[in-house]
């Protein structure tokens, strides 16, 4: 074969390959854990009813575990009986495809099993279930190659367990063990040796994850615990920085960057932040105000704006930069979860299951079709809601309310 018409060739086949992958989310908050899609043709508006639903798998287990999409499998956890499991599902039926014993099962008041989406790299899937249990697993088979308690780290369970969702970085797996032993942890992704842990870096586990992200030519693991904003360098573990945070019972939603700015925001009355980067010192105050008091349904940056809910206020637009609230909607839709993709809000009432179809825009609140999701499950907690967030990914939206996982057809026509 001709050198060069064969380096084209495969050149056109990597382009492919990448092009039909595009889609995939391989992790909380998709490909680089900011909740936005990047996939177009998505339907503008839905039919009375909603989108077609394509099926419902019944035995995800109970939890609030999230999922992620990779190569046509979905990966999550879930209760069944008194054991979380790992468990993947073909995206294309809704078939189950393997399930794996990971850990026992975490109960709470609020409903039982996982909380963590799982993190899918290189063949390998990695897991944190609610007790803390960090495993990883062959994505092919769901054979666990190693697994890690938090408490062998010094770690202590939070209250409503352990919610993180870990990061792959580079060679390393990162997670929150919090405690004295040191708030954040490096294994080695391949066979679970302790890397680092930040001995300088004390602070107990809460419920965010953590962000990587690149200032002045620097890659810095971003995490956020009841007190402190912390930035740390990866390779080491040494701390680059810190900004405190007056948080209240539980601190939630992950970081969002961009451009040298960190956001932040939580519930119970807190408020949000914005922070300014800078070389070899901490950071500066942007603002603190309460425009957005999000307790755990996320919030995603579009452009200049900021979406999400705020407690109090409902559905809000924030100014990225200036923290002005651009406007607000305190009756077209309940507190909820949300996620983004061509152009969209995707927005979930967590009391009623109620998705709506909004634009990402600082215009207001434009809507174009809702549905509700069905069927709902009837095993969860009276304490309960419809906690988990919404997934996008190559063309399909996925739902879930407990054991109940199902997948939505989004794509234009």
């Known amino acids: 074969m001709n050198k060069l018409f064969a380096c084209g060739w495969v050149s056109a086949l990597l382009i492919l390959t990448s092009a039909a992958s595009a889609g995939d989310w391989p992790q909380w908050r998709g490909p680089d854990r900011t909740d936005l899609s990047t996939e177009t043709g998505l339907l503008k ?10 099926w419902v798998f019944k035995d995800a287990g109970l939890g609030y575990s999230g999922v992620a999409v990779v ?227 996320g919030v995603v940056l579009v452009g200049d704006h900021l979406y999400g809910y705020s407690d109090g206020v409902g559905w809000i637009c924030q100014d990225f930069l200036t923290g002005e609230m651009v406007w607000n909607d305190r009756d077209a839709l309940g507190k909820g979860a949300v996620t983004y993709a061509d152009g969209k809000l995707y927005l979930l009432d967590e009391r009623d299951g109620t998705v709506a179809l909004v634009d990402a825009s600082p215009e207001g609140w434009k809507e174009h079709g809702r549905f509700v999701l069905n069927p709902q499950t009837e095993q969860r907690s009276p304490s309960g809601r419809i906690w988990t967030h919404p997934v996008i990914s190559n063309g399909r939206l996925y739902l879930r309310d407990q054991e109940l996982l199902m997948s939505y057809d989004i794509q234009g026509q």
């Open 45 to 54: 508006s839905w039919p009375e009813g909603g989108p077609k639903q394509l």
């Open 71 to 297: 190569e046509g499998i979905i990966y999550t956890m879930g209760v069944r009986a008194e054991e979380e499991f790992l468990i993947a599902i073909s995206a294309e039926d809704g078939t189950e495809k393997w399930a794996t014993s990971m850990a026992g099962r975490l109960e709470n008041k609020w409903g039982d099993g996982p909380r963590g989406t799982p993190t899918v790299q290189d063949g390998m899937v990695y897991a944190m279930g609610g007790t803390g249990v960090l495993v990883c697993a062959e994505a092919g088979t769901g054979r666990i190659v190693w697994k890690k308690e938090m408490s062998d780290f010094g770690g202590k369970r939070p209250g409503w367990g352990f919610c993180e969702s870990v990061l792959v970085d580079g060679d390393k797996v990162v997670c929150t063990p919090g405690g004295d032993q040191g708030a954040i942890l490096a294994l080695d992704k391949k066979t679970g040796d302790t890397l680092w842990q930040t001995a300088d870096f004390k602070d107990g586990a809460q419920y965010a994850s953590i962000l990587p992200i690149q200032f002045a030519g620097q890659q810095q693991l971003v995490q956020l615990t009841m007190k402190t904003l912390v930035g740390v360098n990866p390779e080491t573990g040494a701390i680059l920085w810190k900004s405190e945070w007056p948080g209240q019972t539980a601190v939630i939603p992950t970081p969002i960057y961009k451009d040298g700015y960190v956001y932040i925001t939580s519930g119970y009355g807190v408020g949000c932040k914005l922070v300014k980067l800078a070389e070899g010192a901490d950071p500066t105050d942007v603002y603190v105000n309460k425009v957005m008091k999000n307790h755990h349904g």
